[in-house]
Nanobody, 127 residues
Framework: QVQLVESGGGLVQAGGSLRLSCVASARTFSTTAMGWFRQAPGKEREFVAAISWSGGITYYARSVKDRFTISRDKAKNTVYLQMNSLKPEDTAVYYC????????????????????WGQGTQVTVSS
């Protein structure tokens, strides 16, 4: 069973930092694009950041650009989301996602383009 497991969420004050991790159970994810999405209460799931299979291409939502950084460690089959200068509006459940197409050139920013999802990790930013 393919699994994506997120961790690293928690409660932090505005201006603080958190690093989310997403560990993939299958080695095949080292050749696929991956992304982070989030969903706040009463809102639709929204794109946060994406990274290409090689790690050489990244893309961010305008709301998090210059504050968040997505990266991946192929040896550990893990994708990270470093979140700095957190704001109360960043409060949400954060989800890791992966596709099944290997060696795609580029990144994916639409949720319906991803095939696998983690269970989510809660991030709460207090003011």
């Amino acid at each position: 069973q393919v699994q994506l497991v997120e961790s690293g969420g928690g409660l932090v004050q505005a201006g603080g930092s958190l690093r989310l991790s997403c560990v993939a159970s299958a080695r095949t994810f080292s050749t696929t694009a991956m992304g982070w999405f989030r969903q706040a209460p009463g809102k639709e799931r929204e794109f946060v950041a994406a990274i290409s299979w090689s790690g050489g291409i990244t893309y961010y939502a305008r709301s998090v650009k210059d504050r968040f950084t997505i990266s991946r460690d192929k040896a550990k089959n893990t994708v990270y989301l470093q979140m700095n200068s957190l704001k109360p509006e960043d409060t949400a459940v954060y989800y890791c996602a992966a596709e099944t197409t290997s060696f795609r050139v580029g990144v994916l920013s639409s949720s319906n383009e991803y095939d696998y999802w983690g269970q989510g990790t809660q991030v709460t930013v207090s003011s």
